[in-house]
């Protein structure tokens, strides 16, 4: 079946631009989440949806980065005011909606953003 | 507050020779460990989890990890080496106060030589 998709693959952007990424889920997966992969930073959580519940936001780095999630289904990230250091592989990953530490997640193929 | 050290920035073996990459980690509770691999510009696979169960996790590819909670580790191996499994290895681990965070280790880069 489907995995996760995500859009662009790749962008490019000026600094002070904002930027906007997109996460398609699996089908039927309620639990979706973001992270960023980075050079210096390695592999960090950004943030997560479960369900109808309020996302838990803790790994957002600043109050530039925001992300909604619409009909339970796809998420888009928002980065507002681009700066270099937002340069990074943003992955999206979804899992089964029963709440433990066990599941799964299965992760995009990413987008990778550039701001120069 | 969970964490995961990977012991090992860099790994090189040859062709059929085997792999061991090493994981340590810290959890407040009973944690559930991943191992995952990133191919050249691929999004990030499983290969295989920990999650109470048996203690010798048998995963995708030949790939196997021991849980052991007495040392705090995780390691995983391979009897023998393919080119294919040229990539980079994460250590990961979930526990219930953290929620279903995964935090991540700094990554295992694999070479195999011919």
């Known amino acids: 079946g489907a995995g996760v998709s995500q859009s662009p693959s790749n962008k490019v952007t000026e600094k002070g631009k904002d930027v906007e990424l997109r996460c398609d889920p699996i089908?039927?997966?309620?639990?979706l989440y973001w992270y960023r992969q980075s050079l210096g930073q390695g592999l960090e959580f950004l943030i997560y949806?479960?369900?109808?519940?309020?996302?838990?936001k803790s790994g957002l780095p600043s109050d530039r980065f925001s992300a909604e999630r619409t009909g339970g289904s796809v998420s888009t990230l928002t980065i507002q005011r681009t700066q270099q250091e937002d340069s990074a592989v943003y992955l999206c990953a979804s899992s089964r909606a029963s709440g433990r530490s066990t599941d799964t997640q299965y992760f995009g193929p990413g987008t990778r953003l550039t701001v120069l | 507050a969970q964490s995961v050290t990977q012991l090992d920035s860099h790994v090189s073996v040859s062709e059929g020779t085997p792999v061991l990459l090493r994981c340590n980690y810290s959890?407040?509770?009973?944690?559930?460990l991943f191992w995952y691999v990133q191919h050249p510009n691929k999004g990030l696979q499983l290969l295989l989890k920990y999650t109470s169960a048996a203690t010798l996790v048998k995963g995708i590819n030949g790939f196997e990890a021991e849980f052991k909670k007495s040392e705090t580790s995780f390691h995983l191996t391979k009897p023998s080496a393919h080119m294919s499994d040229a990539a980079e290895y994460f250590c990961v681990v979930s526990d219930q106060a953290a929620g279903n965070k995964l935090t991540f280790g700094g990554g295992t880069r694999v070479l195999v030589k011919p």
């Open positions: 949806f479960q369900g109808n519940s309020a996302p838990d």
């Open positions: 959890s407040s509770y009973s944690p559930s």
């Open positions: 089908s039927g997966h309620t639990a």
